[in-house]
């Protein structure tokens, strides 16, 4: 069973950068879809981005060009570059993990992906 456990968040100007990391135990990154969400209160959670066990990556169209998503396999760590912060990435952010490829711009149910962590808040 894998868990995960974000860090890296904070507080950022707009134009600013921060990167974000989904530590992981119990079970190697390299064997799940990772990928990261996020959510303002009052609102649904949102797909940002994803990572395939095959390196392939996929993003929401808000973040495109903006944001990059990847992994190292050697710390079993999870990252989230993010560039170009604007007001509106404000958001906490969650780290997850599933053992089939998901979808960012129609998430699946939270309850059918392996793991969640806590969340790390990014706010400007």
């Known amino acids: 069973q894998v868990h995960v456990v974000e860090s890296g968040g904070g507080s950022v100007q707009a134009g600013g950068s921060l990167t974000l990391s989904c530590t992981a135990s119990?079970?190697?990154?390299?064997?799940?879809?990772m990928g990261w969400f996020r959510q303002v209160p009052g609102k649904e959670r949102e797909g940002v981005a994803a990572?395939?066990?095959?390196?392939?990556?996929r993003y929401v169209d808000s973040v495109k060009g903006r944001f990059t998503i990847s992994q190292d396999n050697a710390k079993n760590t999870l990252y989230l570059q993010m560039n170009s912060l604007k007001p509106e990435d404000t958001a906490m952010y969650y780290c997850?993990?599933?053992?089939?490829?998901?979808?960012?711009?129609?998430?699946?149910?939270?309850?059918?992906?392996?793991?969640w962590g806590q969340g790390t808040l990014v706010t400007e």
């Open positions: 119990g079970s190697a990154v390299s064997s799940y879809c």
């Open positions: 990572i395939d066990s095959d390196g392939t990556t």
């Open positions: 997850a993990a599933g053992v089939f490829s998901w979808s960012v711009v129609d998430p699946p149910p939270a309850t059918t992906l392996d793991a």
